[in-house]
């Protein structure tokens, strides 16, 4: 029997993440180990009245390709990739894997030339994103590769993926809707602060945001979801920083990053492993030392750092930062060939001050500034 | 391990086959579970100079639509449809299903409104292929619901499958090649023939081929392959045949079947099992009871009947015939939704006799 918690997910992701509707053409793109999520998807899809269209994958292809493939082939963008980003109303893009070091023994200049290569694609699927004519979300399945990242069985990740979207919940929807009208309010409250101050264990970072906006992220295009974030102005970023959890990218964890900022840029960097990759991305091209991003995670079901960003950055009572390109929607300039996200907690005795006056502290807001319940019901 | 005969397949049908170049769009269309050939054409797709374009269909999913979609949304195509039509420069087909009654829970009706729909993107894909924009062929990757079809164990099947293509071959692609010439001097011969008597067991058919090019099947469109075929003049099969093998058709258990023919037309039709369906299938249309292919199976190393088309037509030593669509490329003009082929065998006592001269006995041209 199929496990109700994936058909309260499919039913989330199609009707309150994406929204389809009767007509719409919905791409469900994941690896084939996801497959009983991706039924579920298909028959909510289908009984909106949309036209699913699997994009499936499987283990290895990828890998044979990047392999095997020569500049010719990685610079190539086939025509039809683009006429097909236009072809479509709606996607759901299910992440999981076999192993999420399946690419290791690839050179990483292959993968950044490949995603060169498909800049167009994403320019494209960014313009339509904005122009609100695509609708997107992207997801998890709980999959074995995921579950040892995070050091736990199949089952417990299951249980922690699940609890995260809320999906132990009879209506979980109805939940996601609540939670997004706080979450808005939280964020235009914070549209009125221009200077934010960090202070942890290692960390006092300040932080511009005069002027810029912070976005809700509510469960739409990421799905389990909950932080709120915006684009710091780009050279007022000055002091310290040190973020608990490793940072994650590209099957590739840099321990215990120390970062410290000086006009909005990185000027000295330090790890406890990883230090060499580190600096090698931050020195990939212009942006790349400075922050597109400052966000604090919202969702208080995501206990558990597990070493998928999609979930870690939205551990309640967490703030993070990404390095390299901002979002344009929150007033960010800064651009990248990088958007790595590096997560910091401050459930124990973490502050946030704006513009001098504490907002923040232990992990939650302080009803001073904002009163609501962010936390959701456990079973 | 990797099975080395998944290496050498990828490469006979990226080579031999599909003949693979540098900037070609490839397509490769199948059932997840053929994973590890995919895999193996990928990597030979690419070392050729192609580009992949990986579709792996998860049957679950397409059972699922079929099930729930209304009538409109049977009836949709989309643009992302037509894209894997008209953007490969060659198309592989891998042929394979988790489990073969996977769409037995599904109305036939909705099945029949999803590909009248789907219909018109055959319709475009033959026509580029005709066109030479596109090379195919279709392929069977070995899975266990084919082997339980034909019971064999999973190792079975993947023996036999591989054998059938002359994979363990030193040289797969030169038995082809030779395979490939054989054929082709039976073919040519056959060209010459304008009567043609079937006789064996029960069986006693006269077909009309005159003038009709005789087609060889040596392992560019289907792998494996090995038959050379034709579709033979409409109004003129007379007679009647029994088929000693079984024939199935889209998961359906149909055998024992016997077939009367006149001017043409199956008059009478019989059939020890599923015998309601056989008639149901010849009343589709008005080109369903009549020859749309007659054929000579060539592959020596496919002896038994698997219940699998694609094998057991080829078997070689028995001739088959196809009720319904015929092969324009033959000369043939018969239209239908059917295309269903009977395999008869001829390898004890059956005969084939062309404008009244014996030129096939037991199995085997003489």
């Known amino acids: 029997m199929t496990d109700p918690r994936v058909r309260r997910l499919a039913d989330v992701v199609v009707n309150y993440s ?131 990242d995070a050091d736990m069985s199949l089952d417990a990740y299951a249980d922690f993926v699940y609890q995260a979207g809320w999906l132990h919940l009879e209506d979980p929807a109805s939940a996601w809707r609540t939670y997004a009208a706080k979450l808005r309010a939280l964020a235009n409250r914070m549209t009125e602060v221009k200077t934010l101050r960090v202070v942890a264990e290692g960390t006092d970072l300040t932080v511009g945001i005069a002027g810029r906006s912070w976005i809700a992220s509510r469960g739409e295009r990421n799905f389990p979801d909950g932080e709120i974030f915006t684009g710091p102005l780009e050279s007022e970023t000055n002091g310290e920083v040190r973020f608990s959890f490793p940072a994650v990218m590209g099957g590739r964890e840099v321990q215990d990053v120390r970062l410290r900022f000086e006009n909005g840029r990185v000027v000295h960097s330090e790890a406890a492993a990883g230090g060499d990759y580190l600096e090698q991305m931050l020195g990939m091209d212009e942006g790349a030392s400075i922050l597109g991003e400052f966000a604090i995670g919202t969702n208080y079901m995501v206990t558990e750092f597990t070493r ?12 993070h930062m990404a390095l390299g390109a901002g979002y344009p929607d929150t007033g960010s300039v800064n651009r990248s060939g990088l958007h790595w996200d590096m997560v910091c907690d401050l459930r124990a005795g973490g502050e946030i001050h704006a513009d001098g006056e504490v907002i923040y502290r232990d992990g939650a807001f302080l009803p001073s500034f904002f009163a609501e319940e962010l936390a959701v019901p456990a079973a | 391990m990797r099975d080395p005969r998944l290496t050498t397949l990828a490469d006979l049908l990226c080579r031999y086959s599909l003949e693979v170049g540098e900037g070609d769009t490839v397509l490769i269309d199948g059932p997840a579970l053929a994973q590890p050939l995919f895999v193996e054409v990928v990597r030979k797709v690419t070392e050729l100079g192609g580009h992949p374009m990986v579709r792996p269909r998860l049957e679950r999913a397409q059972a699922a639509f079929l099930a729930d979609a209304s009538e409109e949304q049977l009836r949709t195509v989309t643009k992302l449809d037509r894209i894997e039509v008209e953007a490969p420069t060659r198309a592989l087909s891998v042929w394979g299903q988790r489990n073969n009654r996977f769409l037995s829970g599904i109305d036939p009706d909705r099945q029949a409104i999803r590909s009248a729909a789907t219909r018109e993107l055959f319709e475009r894909f033959f026509e580029r292929e005709a066109q030479g924009e596109v090379r195919w062929c279709g392929t069977a990757f070995p899975c266990d619901a084919a082997a339980q079809e034909a019971g064999m164990s999973l190792a079975e099947w993947e023996d036999f499958v591989y054998s059938a293509g002359h994979l363990e071959d030193p040289d797969p692609i030169a038995f082809w090649r030779a395979q490939s010439e054989r054929q082709e001097r039976i073919a040519k011969r056959l060209e010459q023939v304008r009567q043609m008597r079937i006789v064996g067991e029960e069986t006693d058919l006269a077909i009309d081929v005159s003038d009709r090019r005789w087609m060889n099947a040596d392992g560019h469109q289907n792998f494996p392959d090995g038959e050379v075929y034709t579709s033979p003049i409409e109004a003129a099969t007379q007679g009647h045949i029994a088929f000693s093998l079984d024939a199935p058709y889209n998961g359906n258990d149909v055998a024992g079947v016997r077939l009367w023919f006149d001017e043409g037309k199956v008059v009478r039709e019989e059939a020890t099992k599923g015998r309601r369906f056989l008639s149901q299938m010849l009343d589709m249309d008005e080109g369903a009871r009549y020859l749309g292919e007659v054929a000579f199976g060539m592959n020596e190393e496919i002896r038994t009947g698997t219940r699998d088309t694609l094998f057991d037509e080829k078997i070689g030593g028995t001739c088959h015939v196809a009720l319904g669509m015929a092969f324009p490329e033959a000369g043939g003009s018969n239209r239908s939704g059917l295309h269903w082929d009977m395999v008869c065998d001829l390898r004890s006592g059956g005969e084939v006799h062309a404008d009244g001269e014996v030129i096939y006995r037991d199995g085997r041209f003489l």
Request: glycine fraction near 10%; hydrophobic fraction near 45%.
């Open chain 1, 18 to 148: 994406t929204g389809v509707k009767e007509g719409d053409v919905v791409q469900i793109q994941g690896p084939e180990l996801a497959e009983p999520l991706i039924v579920e998807i298909v028959k909510a899809t289908v009984a909106a009245g949309g036209i699913p269209q699997v994009r499936a994958s499987v283990q290895g292809v990828d890998e044979a390709y990047l392999a095997a493939a020569g500049d010719d082939q990685l610079d190539h963008l086939p025509a039809y990739v683009l006429e097909e980003m236009d072809a479509i109303d709606a996607r759901i893009a299910i992440i999981g894997a076999w192993n999420t070091r399946e690419l290791s023994g690839i050179d990483p200049g292959k993968l950044a030339r490949r995603s060169r290569a498909a800049q167009p694609v994403m320019g494209r699927f960014m313009e339509r994103s904005a122009a609100g004519d695509l609708r997107w979300c992207v997801t998890a399945y709980p999959c074995d590769a995921f579950a040892q």
């Open chain 1, 308 to 319: 998928q960003i999609l979930f870690d950055e939205k551990i309640g009572g967490t703030c």
